[in-house]
Nanobody
Framework: QVQLVESGGGLVQAGGSLRLSCAAS????????MDWYRQVPGKQRELVAE???????KYADSVKDRFTISRDNAKNTVFLQMNSLKPEDTGVYFC??????????????WGQGTQVTVSS
């Protein structure tokens, strides 16, 4: 079994910054994709940023040039640096990982979510 634990959310004023972290632990051989999603009430969960095992990244247009996803493969951790935050960035942020087990199977895991609130 694998657990993903997120941290770093909170309340910040518009224009401020936050850094989210998500660490995986448990039965892990390697991790392929590590992503961040965002969900607001009444809307579907949306992909904010995604990263591959080899370091390439993609971003939603709404966060491009403001958010940066990075990862520490040795520590099974993914980060999301969020700068120039806007009130519309408010939501619950979830990390998601494609974890390869020691037996060679890949499974998808989600973090518990961390609240980010940006005040105007």
């Amino acid at each position: 079994q694998v657990q993903l634990v997120e941290s770093g959310g909170g309340l910040v004023q518009a224009g401020g910054s936050l850094r989210l972290s998500c660490a995986a632990s448990g039965s892990i051989f390697s991790i392929n994709a590590m992503d961040w999603y965002r969900q607001v009430p009444g809307k579907q969960r949306e992909l904010v940023a995604e990263s591959t095992k080899h370091g390439s990244a993609k971003y939603a247009d709404s966060v491009k040039d403001r958010f940066t996803i990075s990862r520490d493969n040795a520590k099974n951790t993914v980060f999301l640096q969020m700068n120039s935050l806007k009130p519309e960035d408010t939501g619950v942020y979830f990390c998601r990982m494609d974890v390869v087990s020691p037996t060679g199977y890949q499974y998808q895991y989600w973090g518990q979510g961390t609240q980010v609130t940006v005040s105007s």
